[in-house]
């Protein structure tokens, strides 16, 4: 027994520290936002502020909660490795939850950040990987954000939110980001960020004493890209459509008119797709089912009468219906890309068929390719009233 005890004790003093590192000589990295100029790399990276944010306010000061270091490179490996002249600590990656990329590194393309990151053993790879639109990546860590003492945690948060309750963003991790980039029969969609407001008034401390600040970080539409360049953006009703596509809906919201300047919203719950490809044909048949509720009605309807919720669900099905084709023609004939893996789904359906017409499959066939599109939405719910209540112009 006391040998046995004694073993115990030889586990957990030479085991349980083997990786130990001291906090206080660490870095650790919340978000990296990457730009490139005159071919030159520009990383910005936010580190938290541990003291700040493990001690009490009334001793540190007026500190901020987050330090960003600006360093540049003709690799990425050079610009990360500069910031050891900026900083007394060594950059730690493995809680980074967030890669920005600005807009035009991502038209150049973005497979070197993709070989960097993924070659870093200290990294999950669980992190998010997001498109700063119409801007930079360092203009974006850059705006304050009231809600969120972290930036990086504030643009988390609300692809979260989203995800659950509209439906525009793609929630997806880096390493299937780098998954969806190596198979070469589908190409990639990201979530994108803008700057909503004056980006001078965004860095200003000022802004996190207002109620309803100036200037925001918004999540926008997603960016579509053909290999790893970025080849444009899809509008919001695009990208929920494009959500129906890749079966990440959960929640969102259908609106159309009812009456001049009058509306009807309709939330949709857990759709889902399937796709039937025609054997050995270009043809593809979508089928789209889903459950929902009325959530709002602008116009004079009695909902109560089955024919009246009938109608409902046959506008609300149109709209899904229109709002999809409208999306594929976009992305597969105007962009040339495949995001929604058409090809990929050919493949694992019929592989002789697909090896025949992959060769010229982005500039031919895509474009090529007859879909069709047929939408189930079954109403179940109508709110706590059955009658629409009245105003004046009813």
């Not at 919201?253 to 300047?261: A, G, L, M, V």
């Not at 390719?369 to 004046?392: A, C, H, T, W």
Request: glycine share 4%.
């Amino acid at each position: 027994m006391k040998h046995k005890i004694i073993f115990i004790l030889l586990i957990f003093l030479f085991t349980g520290c083997y990786n130990y590192r001291e906090l206080n000589n660490l870095a650790i990295t919340s978000a990296v936002g990457i730009d490139k100029k005159d071919g030159k790399y520009y990383v910005t990276t936010q580190v938290i502020n541990t003291q700040k944010m493990g001690s009490d306010s009334t001793s540190i000061g007026s500190q901020s909660k987050f330090v960003l270091y600006e360093t540049s490179g003709d690799t990425l490996q050079e610009a990360f490795r500069q910031i050891v002249l900026e900083s007394p600590k060594r950059i730690y990656a493995n809680h980074l939850q967030l890669i920005i990329v600005g807009e035009e590194v991502a038209k150049e393309g973005v497979s070197q950040i993709f070989d960097f990151f993924m070659r870093n053993p200290e990294s999950r790879k669980q992190y998010q990987m997001i498109i700063a639109r119409d801007t930079t990546a360092n203009n974006i860590l850059k705006v304050l954000t009231p809600l969120e003492t972290l930036s990086s945690k504030n643009m988390l948060d609300s692809i979260q939110a989203d995800s659950k309750y509209l439906g525009v963003s793609e929630k997806i991790t880096f390493e299937d980001q780098v998954k969806t980039y190596l198979n070469n029969k589908i190409d990639m969609f990201a979530t994108t960020i803008i700057i909503e407001g004056n980006l001078e008034e965004g860095k200003n401390t000022d802004i996190l004493k207002e109620s309803n600040p100036s200037t925001k970080l918004k999540i926008n539409n997603l960016a579509v890209f053909r290999e790893d360049k970025l080849q444009g953006y899809l509008t919001e009703k695009e990208s929920i459509a494009a959500g129906f596509l890749n079966n990440t809906i959960t929640n969102t919201i259908i609106t159309f008119k009812c009456d001049e300047n009058k509306y009807i919203s309709t939330e949709i719950m857990n759709p889902k797709t399937d796709f039937e490809f025609e054997k050995d044909k270009l043809k593809v048949k979508i089928k789209v089912s889903a459950e929902g509720n009325i959530n709002e009605v602008d116009c004079d309807l009695k909902i109560s009468e089955p024919k009246v919720i009938s109608d409902i669900e046959r506008m609300t099905q149109e709209q899904i219906k229109q709002s999809i084709i409208e999306t594929i023609n976009k992305v597969n004939k105007e962009y040339k890309s495949d995001t929604f893996g058409f090809l990929d789904k050919i493949y694992k359906s019929n592989p002789k068929y697909s090896y025949k017409i992959q060769d010229n499959w982005f500039n031919e066939n895509l474009q090529k390719l007859d879909v069709q599109v047929d939408v189930n939405v079954s109403l179940k719910g109508k709110g706590n009233i059955i009658m629409v209540i009245p105003n004046e112009e009813n």
